[in-house]
């Protein structure tokens, strides 16, 4: 095998591990919070976010004490900007759900992905090709197909999921601009941002959900076994926030929204396993299958020349075209 070969060959391997990382540890999270609130009526999900970043800065001062992670240096301005739009997503995401129906809720969960596009095109001058849209919009389509019923929406819950969506769609980008503006890795801005968002929502988070719950955290009657799972939740946790952010670095929030629906339909599959089989019907199987039939077209056809990839800035043109025309005079020149 060629040295070209071997290399493209490890780099699909590593996409791989990094996609199969991030989907197991995503619906681990899922299924595991959803009997911690479901069976246990932990509905503190602020305060159990703030305590997911308390373990991930717990386990990135570990690595950084063992020499795993450098020190490296990352501007307050981005981290505050970072923490502020990761918030706010965390924050609106919850509200979303508390005011609007289920169906509006999945709708705006599903219009990242246009807003995340939007985003890209604009700031990274991103091209998409027909085909990679197309293939967006099927994925959409089979999601939509699965997770949407009853739609009903108001003032107060449109701006809202408005909120949740754009400071969701900003946190993703960032993830992907930072680690390539400032040339750090994975493990490095994760360092940098949990111990601000673990202080920031553990401060918040309880009032938060108060206010959402009418619910005190410091009043829930904890038992061991729901101890054990809030405990569980957050190792996982660890996973799925170092997952998110290798994904995202090593592609783009486009493509993590994307193949990230994988994930919706495996929640799905296993809630119908494991909390009841009554949502199992004909529509949702069939947008299962569209989507999935979605997710290979992107794969494809972003993978392909010119399906996705990033416009040359005009700077850059202007520059070549000078260093052509000095090559140019330097010709004349030797005539």
Known sequence: MSPKGSKDSRKLSLDLAA???????????????????????FTFATTLTGLHFAATTIMTLILKYLGYIQTTHLPSSDIIKFVIF??????????????????????AKLSMIPVSCFLEVVLDRVQYSRDTKLSILVVLLGVAICTVTDVSVNAKGFIAAFIAVWSTALQQYYVHF?????????????????????????????????????????AFHYTSTSTMFVVLSCAIAIGTNLSQFICIGRFTAVSFQVLGHMKTILVLILGFLFFGKEGLNLHVVVGMMVAIVGMVWYGHASSRPGGKERAPSPSNNILEEEVGLVKANEIDEKV
């Open 178 to 218: 930072l680690q390539r503006k400032h040339s750090i890795g994975s493990f490095n801005l994760l360092g940098h941002t949990a111990p601000p968002q673990a202080a920031s929502l553990l401060l918040v988070g309880p009032f938060m959900d108060y206010w959402l719950t009418e619910k005190r955290v410091d």
């Open 86 to 107: 990761s918030n706010f997503s965390i924050v609106g995401m919850n509200v979303s759900l508390m005011w609007n129906s289920v169906g509006f809720y999945q709708i």
């Open 19 to 41: 996609w199969l990382f991030n989907i197991v540890t995503s619906v681990g999270i899922i299924m595991v919070n959803k009997a911690l609130m479901a069976t246990y009526g």
